[in-house]
Each structure stands twice: as structure tokens, then as C-alpha cells.
């Protein structure tokens, strides 16, 4: 804190304190604003609200910069594995090769689960969305952790056994829904590989195509779920900072987070971008298309474009759409290649509209992505379940931060009351007549 902001309401007069961050705007405390003047703020979506302070992640819409702990994410999809990321957001530093091997054999240790996610997820009706299951499936895993005690929030090693325990249970289950959605036995874990090769084990065993398992997949994957790993505090990780601040078990604070990473708007975006190219298909009917979104027909939306944050560019988009390039090029699907085709049209179109420029739609990082997944033949609906693999550790590490705050108390907005008074009268009069 370096100065103070003055505000005076009805002749009182309050100084609030100003705090600077290490980057980024300031902002204005208001904690002590209705105690000291009688009033609340009023932020509808919290567009101007800091819920928190956080050392995790950095986003600059204006600049389009996305950093963790302070590397910038572009340097750490080019040269830093998952598991680099996943110790670099719950521990602070990059691993070196004698902590990535140790959380290697830690979540290895977890795979023993893998008969009891089978058994769950099996009972689960086929015909659930696969997001339902995950969140189903996930929250009955509480059985398997109950590593909680009344230390919780200043236990550091914890959270390091509780980041294992989710990135090895939340593969499983997604390898293992994966499977069942397209009518494939699902592929018990190989202790000998490491996570990210065994996640692709376990997703695509017995397929003919061994692009499958070639570098250039992997890498994509990697990039993908580095991309995602963090956000800082979106409408998923606050969901699991909320219902976190109330104690409750951490495994359904995640669930919470799925949930949320569900809808349309968020985590489901990119699932709604290849519905979305899909309807268009063919590159002639582009032009047609954008005529309809600008003069807003037939409530026509673009998918894919424009972002809460970022308002020039969106730095995962660039990273991605190269990854995307490479996997379309290796594994010459002509059904995607035609999707890719119509997705680069129709980018083209919007970047070139003056209706879109003036509203800072670009593409984020949803428009490409889901045309990997669908390249990787990943159904549309299961998107959303990469996803939450990807987020699991930035949710940990928004948890353990939460939590080892000395500032932590339970989230309870406040709200601008609009409804009625004090019907008791009519109430009475009612009784009376």
C-alpha cells in the first residue's frame, strides 16, 4: 500500500487503502467501505472486483500477455513439459529431473484406483453427457482421499499429495469415458510410462494409426494442456475458491469446477466452435454467415472470437493454431482439413470486418483447439473433459493459495436488494378477509 483514495458520502469521509501489485492495475480496498460510510460497491459479473491477490498467474488483456509465475506461457509451451508446469504452479519453481521423477512415482502410485473408476464410471448410464460422468465419477472419488485434517490449510505437503492424486484420477476417468463414448474397452494404466504418455496409453491402445503415439501428438497435447493449466480467476477457479472458502472436502471444490467449466461460455466454448463450423460447411457459405452474426439474424453467433479478458489477441490462439497446422498436416483428415479450412476462412472474414475490429473479436484459444481434438478423434462432447484435465492443477494450486492466505475467510458477496419491503400488512389484510 502507497496512498490512499478519498471518498466522501454525505458529509463522511473515508480514506481506502490502495494497493500495487507487481504488474497490473491497482486497486481500491473496500472492505471497510459499509462499515465506515454505509454503502456496498455494485459490480454486476465482478468486471472491476479483485476477489483475491494471487503470485500464480498474470493475464494482460490489453497487452495480450499470459504469464506463469512469471514465464511467459508461449516459452513454456516450447520448452517445458506439463509436469514442469504442474510443479512450477503448485511449487512456485521449475522442477528439477529429481522432483519431475519423484512426482512421476507419486502419481503413479495413485494408478492402483484404476479398477474401482472403471467400476464407477461403468455404471453410469451410456447415454450421459460425458461432463456428467466426469463430474459424477470425480466427486465419488472422495472415497479414495481422505487425506484432510484439521490442518488443512497450513499443511504444504498436502497439497503436493492431493495435485498427485487428482492428476492421476482425473486421467483415468477421462481415458476411461473417452473409451466408452466411442464403444471401446477402456485401457488400464502402464506403470512404466510416464503421465503424459500413459494418458495417451490409456486414450488410444489398440488404435491402427500410430500417429497416435508419434511426438508430434504428444506435443500437441502437451502444448494444450499447458495452455490451460492456469487462468487466473475465471468463473471455474472461482467457483472452487468459493466453495472452497467454506471448508468443504477439496475433491468436491473440484467438482464444483466442473461444473462450472461445463456451460457454453466457458469451458464448453470450443465444443460449440465445431457445432458452429459445422453448420456453416462448406468455405462458400462463410461470407453468408458473418452477414448474419453483423446483422445479428436468426440469433447467429460467432463461436470462438473475442474473450472477457483479452481485447487485442488472445496469446494461446497463435500458440495453438501451429499446433493445430501440425496435426492436421500429419494425420491428412479430410474431414477435419475441410473444418480448418472454413475456421481460416472464416477468421480471415472476421479480422478484415470493421463490425468485429470495433468490438475486439479475435479468435481465442477455443476457435483451433477443438479443431485439434476433432483431429485427434475426440468427439465434440468429450472437449470439455480435456479441458478439466488440463485445469486440475491450476485449481490445486488456487486452493493451497486460498487456503494458506492469512486473509482467508468464507466468500459471501453482498447484492443490491430490489425486491419488495414489507408485505406483513397485505399479508394480514389476506388472513383478515
Known amino acids: 500500500m502507497h496512498k490512499k483514495m478519498q ?44 476477489s483475491c491477490h494471487s503470485s500464480l498467474t498474470y493475464v494482460d488483456g490489453e497487452q495480450g ?27 512456485g519453481e521449475l522442477p528439477n529431473n529429481s522432483e519431475i521423477s519423484l512426482m512421476e512415482s507419486d502419481i503413479a502410485n495413485v494408478y492402483s484406483h484404476y479398477h474401482n473408476i472403471n467400476s464407477i464410471v461403468s455404471n453410469i448410464d451410456s447415454n450421459t ?9 470425480f466427486f465419488l472419488s472422495t472415497i479414495h482421499y481422505s487425506n484432510v485434517n484439521n490442518n488443512y490449510h497450513n499443511d ?10 487428482v492428476l492421476a484420477h482425473i486421467s483415468m476417468v477421462v481415458a476411461t ?30 488404435f491402427e494409426n500410430s500417429l497416435f503415439f508419434s511426438p508430434e501428438v504428444k506435443k500437441a497435447i502437451e502444448v494444450l494442456m499447458i495452455l490451460h493449466a492456469d487462468h487466473g480467476q475465471n468463473a471455474s477457479t472461482s467457483t472452487v475458491r468459493i466453495v472452497a472458502s467454506t471448508y468443504a472436502h477439496p475433491i468436491a471444490c473440484f467438482a464444483a469446477g466442473i461444473a ?4 457454453s461460455a466457458h469451458g464448453g466454448a470450443n465444443e460449440h466452435v465445431i457445432k458452429m463450423l459445422q453448420s456453416i460447411g462448406s468455405v462458400d457459405n462463410v461470407n453468408n454467415f458473418i452477414d448474419k452474426v453483423e446483422n445479428r439474424k436468426d440469433g447467429v453467433r460467432l463461436m470462438g472470437f473475442g474473450h472477457r ?19 492436421l498436416e500429419l494425420m491428412h483428415s479430410e474431414s477435419n482439413s475441410k473444418l480448418f479450412k472454413i475456421a481460416k476462412a472464416l477468421e480471415k472474414k472476421a479480422l478484415s470486418s470493421d463490425y468485429f475490429a470495433s468490438r475486439h473479436l479475435y479468435p481465442n484459444v477455443d476457435f483451433y483447439s477443438g479443431i485439434l481434438l476433432s483431429a485427434l478423434k475426440i468427439p465434440s462432447n468429450m472437449f470439455t473433459c480435456i479441458f478439466v484435465l488440463s485445469r486440475m492443477i491450476g485449481w490445486v494450486s488456487q486452493l493451497k493459495e486460498l487456503m494458506m492466505d492469512p486473509e482467508f475467510k468464507i466468500h459471501r458477496p453482498r447484492q443490491l436488494y430490489v425486491g419488495e419491503v414489507d408485505r406483513n400488512n397485505s399479508l394480514d389484510k389476506r388472513k383478515a378477509g
Not at 34 to 42: D, H, I, Q, R, S
Not at 180 to 206: A, K, Q, T, W
Not at 310 to 327: L, M, Q, S, V, W
Open 260 to 263: 462450472a467449466l461445463w456451460g
Open 65 to 91: 500477455i499470459l504469464r506463469y509465475r512469471g514465464y511467459n506461457v508461449s516459452d513454456l509451451a516450447e520448452n517445458n513439459s506439463f509436469l514442469d508446469v504442474c510443479h512450477l504452479l503448485l511449487m
Open 177 to 206: 469415458i473417452y473409451r466408452r463414448s466411442i464403444g471401446l474397452e477402456p485401457v488400464r494404466p502402464n506403470f512404466e510410462l510416464g503421465y503424459l504418455d500413459n494418458f495417451i496409453h490409456m486414450m488410444f491402445f489398440g
Open 156 to 165: 504444504n505437503n498436502l497439497y503436493y499429495d492431493l495435485a498427485a492424486f
Open 309 to 327: 479478458v483479452y481485447k487485442n489477441f488472445d496469446p494461446r490462439a497463435i500458440i495453438i493454431k501451429k499446433e493445430c497446422h501440425k496435426i
Open 129 to 137: 453427457h460425458p461432463m456428467a460422468m466426469l463430474g459424477s465419477a
Open 7 to 50: 471518498v466522501t458520502l454525505e458529509g463522511k469521509t473515508y480514506e481506502m487503502p490502495l494497493y500495487h501489485g507487481s504488474c497490473g492495475p491497482s486497486v481500491v480496498d473496500v472492505e471497510h467501505l459499509y462499515e465506515k460510510l454505509g454503502v456496498y460497491t455494485y459490480d454486476f459479473g465482478f468486471v472491476s472486483t479483485a
